[in-house]
């Protein structure tokens, strides 16, 4: 189930971009790390990437990230779908990622929250299926 989506910003300055968006949204960042090429700030609607023209470009054209309650049932869900999945699962600092090409060609990266970022970003108890969309 689809919990949340952000709005993926690709940016050269991380800082100027942040500043920009936490007074357009009136939100402070929930996560703000650097993951491998990339600094990452996930702030109200919008999650922020910051790296090299060359990094950014590998997630140019993609959707996400799409948020949701089982990175492993929705993999399973698209790939019955046909989806080819062009980034295995991966542990990054907000959780369980993977991206798969839907079979329209459109690529999305599904994120399962880690149980403190989910409970910073929804309360409770952490990947419960409540929607916030």
Known sequence: MIRKTYSRVLTP??????????????EE????????????????????LSGTPEALDRYRGTVGPVIVDDAGAT????????????LPPFDGPAGLG???RHPDGVEYEYIQLRPDLDRAIFGG???SPQRNR
């Not at 300055?13 to 009136?26: N, Q, R, W």
């Not at 996560?31 to 609607?45: A, E, K, M, Q, S």
């Not at 993999?75 to 062009?86: D, F, H, K």
Request: with cysteine.
């Open 13 to 26: 300055d991380l800082e100027a971009t942040v500043k920009t968006l936490a007074e357009l949204s009136g």
């Open 29 to 48: 960042p929930v996560l703000r790390v650097t993951f491998g090429r990339f600094d990452i700030c996930l702030l109200g609607p919008f999650c922020v």
């Open 75 to 86: 993999r399973a869900l698209v790939e019955g779908w046909g989806a080819e999945i062009t």
């Open 98 to 100: 993977f991206l798969a």
């Open 125 to 127: 108890a952490g990947n």
